[in-house]
């Protein structure tokens, strides 16, 4: 039976523990810590100058990732178009267990994190009057965007969990779905990810990891 444990990161974040795939959904040298550093300052803010992005999340989970986006961009601004790719959500019940508006200490937007899990799939909200969300229900596999996002939170299970997702075909149909110009960042630094995205195009960068990780990568078209 499918079952997701809350487990308590090295930050003091929650991650979840899925049983079905055998992986945590974050690091567990600190959950907060790692969105924010992969995503966040190595992603969001790669684009000071743009005041519009469009960003692409594969692996909704949490909501943690889409969360801290919607945080950082209230003291930026920026007009943001957010996707979130997801097969399999996690409960209401097991969203509302996680600590992350606690930690993240922004009472003014709790709601923002509960909308996220309870708003209908395959449908546009606006969490603010600058955010644009939408999660869709579907399988990474079956994603056929073309030249829609300016960012791409490449967030699935790692390479020895779905190895079937960090192949030429996938990472292949984030180079279509990504504008030029656009990046891809992920929290995986391994060599043959790094040489799939070279060979399909993109200019790959090794970045300092977070913590408990000496690297990850941010690939650009
Ligand atoms: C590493 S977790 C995502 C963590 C998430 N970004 C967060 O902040 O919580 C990977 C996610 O991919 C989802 N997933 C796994 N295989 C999938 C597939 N083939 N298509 C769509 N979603 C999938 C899992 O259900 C899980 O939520």
Redesign the pocket.
């Known amino acids: 039976m499918s079952e997701l444990e809350i487990k308590t990161t090295s930050d003091g974040s929650h991650t979840l523990l899925s049983t079905d795939f055998g992986a945590t ?2 690091s567990i040298h600190g959950a907060i810590q790692e ?1 924010e550093h992969v995503f966040i300052k190595a992603g969001y803010r790669h684009f000071t100058n743009k005041e519009q992005l469009s960003i692409l ?1 594969m ?7 889409a969360y801290l986006t919607f945080l950082e961009n209230k003291k930026v601004g920026k007009q943001i178009t957010y996707t979130g ?4 959500p996690i409960p209401l019940e097991q969203a509302a267990l996680l600590n992350y508006c606690e930690l993240l200490e922004d009472v003014e937007s709790t709601d923002v994190f509960e909308r996220i899990h309870g708003c209908a799939f395959d449908a546009e909200i606006q969490l603010s009057d600058n955010f644009t969300f939408e999660k869709r229900l579907m ?3 079956v994603l056929q965007d073309q030249l829609a996002y300016d960012l791409i939170y490449f ?3 790692g390479p020895s969990t ?1 190895p079937e997702l960090w192949g030429e075909e996938l990472l292949g149909k984030m180079y279509d779905a990504l504008l030029p110009g656009g990046v891809l960042v992920t929290y995986c630094a391994k060599g043959v990810v790094k040489r799939t995205l070279k060979a399909l195009g993109f200019l790959v960068e090794g970045l300092p990891g977070p913590p408990g990780k000496r690297e990850m990568t941010r690939a650009i078209k």
Do not use: P, R
């Open positions: 959904y974050h969105s999340e692996g909704l989970g949490t909501g943690l990732n790719i997801e097969a399999f399988k990474f596999e967030d699935v299970f779905q």
